[in-house]
């Protein structure tokens, strides 16, 4: 078993990305013995398709850093890193562009939702994304990745991109990934508006929470969250047709470990007045900690980069021979 997910170092950790995904690589990581290891990553080479002034991608990767070492990710224990300090992550995407074909990237719709209605404008880098993403997993023969949903069509693309390589090549040199995607909590949706996902890149502050957010900021985006008049129902079918309320509920439900049923009938009858003040004293409570720990790490920037240092050349080593693999099968002298 070969664990690996990456995370884009634009903005701040919200709790999309935590319940969606980090949570889920602290408990993957947790349950490993022996010397298997973990591969987690900032895409700061993916975060070229967002501008950004040399300052704030710099201090970007050090904070999510910072932000993934305070939720519980152990860099002795896994192998932290950044992607533009392993050059194979370019190298492999370069060769796999070789690989994957116009058709399938037309279809990822995660392009089509950022490239928007100017595709003309949007940059190549926006276009050709999940083929390095798709290199990001090979390299490392991961077999699961734990990602959120939106990122299930990306790794449907890396199995493509990886039987056609093995194919075309005639070698078994890349490992199909499997993606983990935690079912509850596989979108997490924005407090704005319950049928958009939770985002770095939504305009609205107020749809998300981030894990850098103070108690009086928590308790006021749960206090202005869009929701409806109705009580909540005794289980978690009456919340049917209610997108506001179920994002709630699946929120205030991961974060006790419980149910959304258990929830429901927790607080049956009652409405948004009674359910809002519990669900951010409960936010408050967990994430309190996690900025805590945040705040003190961020205050080193020196110790952050020595623990991205030393994750790239472990990294950089676990690469290497998948690297070399790829060059070998389609004949091309290093
Ligand atoms: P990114 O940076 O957008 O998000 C990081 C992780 O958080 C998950 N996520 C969510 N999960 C549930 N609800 C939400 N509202 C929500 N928002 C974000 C994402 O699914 C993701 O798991 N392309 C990737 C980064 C990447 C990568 C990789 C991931 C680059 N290479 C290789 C896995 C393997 C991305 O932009 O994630």
């Not at 022996?34 to 710099?58: N, P, Y």
């Not at 990001?136 to 449907?156: F, I, M, N, R, S």
């Not at 929701?227 to 205030?252: C, K, M, Q, W």
């Not at 409405?271 to 519990?278: C, I, L, V």
Request: charge should be neutral; aromatic fraction near 6%.
């Amino acid at each position: 078993m070969r664990v690996l997910s990456g995370i884009q170092p634009t903005g701040n950790l919200h709790l999309g990305n935590y319940l969606g995904a980090i949570r889920n690589w602290v408990a993957m990581q947790d349950s490993m013995s022996g010397d298997s290891r973990c591969f987690f990553f900032l895409a700061d080479m993916h975060s070229i398709t967002v501008h950004e002034t040399r300052e704030q991608r710099l201090a970007n990767v050090r904070d999510m850093t910072a932000a993934l070492v305070a939720c519980g990710i152990d860099p002795d224990r896994s192998v932290l890193f950044n992607q533009a300090r392993v050059p194979a992550h370019a190298e492999l995407c370069w060769l796999l562009c070789g690989t994957a074909r116009i058709g399938w990237l037309n279809r990822m719709t995660q392009f089509k939702d950022k490239a928007g209605k100017n595709r003309e404008g949007a940059s190549v880098g926006l276009y050709v994304y999940p083929v390095l993403q798709a290199a990001d997993v090979l390299l490392y023969q991961a077999t699961h990745v734990p990602v959120g949903e939106d990122q299930k069509q990306h790794l449907e693309l890396t199995r493509d991109v990886a039987t056609k390589f093995n194919t075309d090549f005639g070698v078994e040199l890349f490992t199909l990934p499997d993606p983990i995607i935690p079912k509850e909590t596989a979108r997490i949706m924005s407090l704005r508006d319950g049928s958009a996902k939770m985002s770095k890149s939504d305009p609205s502050d107020m749809s998300r929470i981030n894990l850098t957010d103070d108690n009086d900021m928590i308790a006021q985006k749960v206090r202005k969250a869009k929701t409806d008049p109705e009580p909540l129902p005794s289980d978690a079918a009456g919340l049917a047709g209610r997108p506001e309320a179920i994002n709630l509920v699946g929120i205030y439900a991961t974060m006790i470990g419980s149910t959304p049923d258990a929830v429901c009938a927790q607080f049956a009858g009652q409405g948004f007045g009674a359910f809002k003040p519990a669900l951010a004293d409960l936010l408050i409570e967990k994430l309190a900690p996690i900025r805590q720990r945040y705040t003190a790490l961020r205050a080193d920037y020196g110790a952050l980069d020595a623990i991205l240092a030393s994750g790239a050349e472990k990294a950089s080593a676990a690469a290497e021979p998948t690297l070399r693999g790829a060059y070998e099968a389609m004949g091309l002298m290093r």
